[in-house]
């Protein structure tokens, strides 16, 4: 089991370096992370949220566990309007409107190559983690009242903690 970095961690905040080598190591992280992501529970894990710099997330919307490597998000189109909370920011979720539909490339742990489209929550999940991975939490995806109140919340949760 690994521990979930919170909100106000510095490695949040950084971008994540590419995956250069899919070994052994790579391949014992993606098992302890699918763990850990079960355990919280959540449906998406980013390796920062875990303190680890390195671009590859796991994910489960029913279908997995999965892994991608290196993600990328190659498009992105519509809108979609959903809920969305994040095990680095436990307790709190927002609605927050995004891009319904993306395409998404990257790699499966054996390297080959992966190019998904994917839709509404899918899209959601894959938007989320690729932001984690460039060092982004979704408070950057609220809008300007939105963004206020969150600040707020988490003041005073810093201050009590
Ligand atoms: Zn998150």
Request: negative net charge; charged residues 30%; hydrophobic residues 40%.
């Amino acid at each position: 089991m690994l521990t979930i970095r919170q909100y106000g961690d510095p490695v949040l905040k950084q971008p994540t370096k590419e995956v250069e080598e899919i070994d052994g190591r790579v391949a014992k992280l993606v098992g302890d992370m699918v763990e850990t992501m079960y355990e919280a529970p959540g449906v998406g894990l980013a390796a920062n949220q875990v303190g680890v710099q390195r671009r590859l997330f796991v994910y489960d919307i029913g279908d997995g566990p999965h892994v991608i490597i290196n993600p990328r998000i190659t498009e992105a189109s519509g809108e979609w309007s959903f809920e969305e909370g994040c095990l680095s920011v436990p307790g709190l979720s927002w609605t927050i409107v995004r891009p319904s539909h993306v395409h998404l490339v990257g790699l499966d742990l054996d390297g080959n190559e992966l190019s998904i489209d994917a839709e509404e929550y899918q899209a959601r999940v894959f938007q989320h983690e690729v932001d984690h991975l460039d060092g982004t939490l979704l408070i950057e995806r609220l809008d300007e009242d939105q963004r206020r109140e969150a600040r707020k919340i988490l003041r005073a949760r810093a201050l009590a903690g």
